[in-house]
């Protein structure tokens, strides 16, 4: 069984910070990109940043220069450092995985954490 838990979802005010963790547990022999997604009230689900198990990144044209993706291979887990929030960031975000299980690469999905920024 493998697991996903996102934290450090809240509310924050525009133009302040929030930093989301996610963290991975169970039996899992690597893990490959890992990146977030968001969902606001009336929209599809985007992604907005990704990161390889090597560190490249790749963002959504809406936060790049805002919001930075990072991981830490020691402890499962991956970062997304939101900058400069707007009120359009409102969103429930979620963790996605790549990990290797029985040798084999499946995807799993987080809970989700609510962001909301005030106006």
């Known amino acids: 069984q493998v697991q996903l838990v996102e934290s450090g979802g809240g509310l924050v005010q525009a133009w302040g910070s929030l930093r989301l963790s996610c963290a991975a547990s169970g039996n899992i022999f690597s893990i490959d990109t890992m990146g977030w997604y968001r969902q606001a009230p009336g929209k599809q689900r985007e992604g907005v940043a990704a990161i390889t198990s090597g560190g490249s990144t790749n963002y959504a044209d809406s936060v790049k220069s805002r919001y930075t993706i990072a991981r830490d291979n020691a402890k499962n887990t991956v970062y997304l450092q939101m900058n400069s929030l707007h009120p359009a960031d409102t969103a429930v975000y979620s963790c996605?995985?790549?990990?290797?299980?029985?040798?084999?690469?499946?995807?799993?999905w987080g809970q989700g954490t609510q962001v909301t920024v005030s106006s």
């Open positions: 996605n995985a790549g990990i290797f299980t029985m040798h084999i690469l499946r995807h799993y």
